[in-house]
């Protein structure tokens, strides 16, 4: 059981949006800390997508962003495409004394 | 390019020790926080352990505490990963991964480079 919790799968036909949640508590996400998410495609290591919970690294296609509020985080992929099909995760800080850094289960997303 | 290159995985026997490596280029090492990331075969990621840019602050995962040792050699520009009393459920390919941001403050910024990773198999 994930610290932060996000959908096991989210599919999408191209060029369409997809969304995918990650839902934390009051020692993550709900006090503040921030989100990243990464992409992993298959047999690779995973990649920084979004970081401080809206900013893209250099590189990483504006079709890509994310979003923050209360204690949840959201990444969008809009104008979907084949190469996007990949796991996708999301990670923060956790205060809590059991854990410090924590990832989501990780959303598999298919491209239709 | 920056780049870290994982080493030291292998096949062990439960109990037994392994230690994994990481070599960093292309960025100044000493400035950075550095982390361990593993996932087990078919699943998600799990944070292990981080390190402070100095070596003066570590944390674990509950999972390995007790058991690991994160540490750094910043004049080899090298992290290291000590796992003593091997379990099979310690079996995974292990990631080591830099802080995106320099700070003496770690886990805050997310990590903005991984390695290739380095396979870890516990077994009998």
């Known amino acids: 059981q994930s610290v932060l919790t996000q959908p096991p799968s989210v599919s999408g036909a191209p060029g369409q949006r997809v969304t995918i949640s990650c839902t934390g508590s009051?020692?993550?996400?709900?006090?503040?800390?921030?989100v990243h998410w990464y992409q992993q495609l298959p047999g690779t290591a995973p990649k920084l997508l979004i970081y401080?919970?809206?900013n893209r690294p250099s590189g990483v296609p504006d079709r890509f962003s994310g979003s923050k509020s209360g204690t949840s985080a959201s990444l969008a992929i809009t104008g979907l495409q084949a190469e996007d099909e990949a796991d996708y995760y999301c990670?923060?800080?956790?205060?809590?004394?059991?854990?410090?850094?924590?990832f989501g289960g990780g959303t598999k997303l298919t491209v239709l | 390019q920056v780049q870290l290159v994982e080493s030291g995985g292998g096949v062990v026997q439960p109990g037994r020790s392994l230690r994994l490596s990481c070599a960093a280029s292309?960025?100044?090492?000493?400035?950075?926080?550095m982390h361990w990331v593993r996932q087990a075969p078919g699943k998600g990621l799990e944070w292990v352990a981080v390190?402070?840019?100095?070596?003066?602050?570590?944390y674990y995962a509950d999972s390995v505490k007790g058991r690991f040792t994160i540490s750094r050699d910043n004049s080899k520009n090298t992290l290291y990963l000590q796992m003593n009393s091997l379990r099979v459920e310690d079996t995974a390919v292990y990631y080591c991964?830099?802080?995106?941001?320099?700070?003496?403050?770690?886990?805050?910024?997310?990590?903005?480079?991984w390695g290739q990773g380095t396979t870890v198999t516990v077994s009998s």
């Open positions: 991964a830099k802080e995106t941001i320099s700070s003496r403050f770690v886990g805050y910024y997310g990590m903005d480079v």
């Open positions: 292309v960025f100044t090492f000493s400035s950075y926080g």
């Open positions: 390190i402070s840019y100095d070596g003066s602050n570590k």
């Open positions: 009051s020692s993550n996400i709900g006090a503040d800390y921030d």
């Open positions: 401080g919970n809206t």
């Open positions: 990670q923060s800080y956790d205060s809590s004394l059991s854990a410090h850094v924590v």
